[in-house]
């Protein structure tokens, strides 16, 4: 390491120093050193050693924050994507909370206030999510899960069938009457 990163480092760790514990800032961050392959690997081993006793004494409560920090950064990627994917629907996002929180369908029902057969027709595809639902389950998940992230989810898919049901969209363009404006 040359003089330069040297000194870029060392303000590095005092600017960081400030704001956080010695403690933090290892737990944090990772410096780059100098080391042989060999030690290389055992570092990595025994870094690989120390995240696997740490997942395994984690807290129930950790756990569930974990999980909860994952559907969120999965929702996020899959919104911030241009394409539709079937797979990461409302449905399924909603099946992975339910897991995550281990709960029923009947308990999570009763948690948010909506009758049980509500809560299935939303997990079955018969009714889309709505915006009370989308701000209960934000509060539900200790506001870890914006109800902006369940909501634009749910605005996803139907921009997705707006684009695609032809069938539907003829249906109701058949209904009207008087067209105001017309190409000739």
């Known amino acids: 390491m ?3 990163q040297k000194a870029y480092y060392k303000k590095l760790y005092e600017k960081l120093s400030k704001e956080y514990t010695k403690e933090e800032l290892v737990e944090a961050f990772v410096f780059p050193s100098e080391m042989t392959e060999e030690e290389e690997k055992e570092a990595n081993r025994q870094l690989m050693a120390d995240r696997m006793r740490r997942l395994t004494n984690r807290t129930p409560e950790e756990k569930m924050l974990s999980g909860l920090l994952r559907i969120k950064y999965q929702m996020k990627d899959y919104i911030n994507q241009s394409q539709f994917d079937e797979e990461k629907s409302t449905i399924y996002f909603l099946n992975e909370y ?3 929180i281990n709960k029923k369908q009947k308990d999570l029902a009763k948690d ?10 939303i997990l079955n595809g018969k009714e889309n999510l709505s915006l009370a639902i989308a701000y209960r389950l934000e509060a539900h998940s200790g ?5 902006i992230m369940w909501w634009k989810l749910a605005q996803k898919e139907i921009e ?3 684009l695609s049901d032809n069938k539907a969209k003829q249906q109701e363009k058949n ?10």
């Open 175 to 184: 209904k009207v009457k008087n067209i105001v404006y017309q190409r000739a």
């Open 2 to 4: 040359d003089d330069k």
């Open 98 to 100: 339910l897991k995550v």
């Open 143 to 147: 506001d870890q899960i914006p109800a």
């Open 160 to 162: 997705q069938e707006i």
């Open 112 to 121: 948010i206030g909506i009758h049980v057969t509500r809560l299935s027709r």
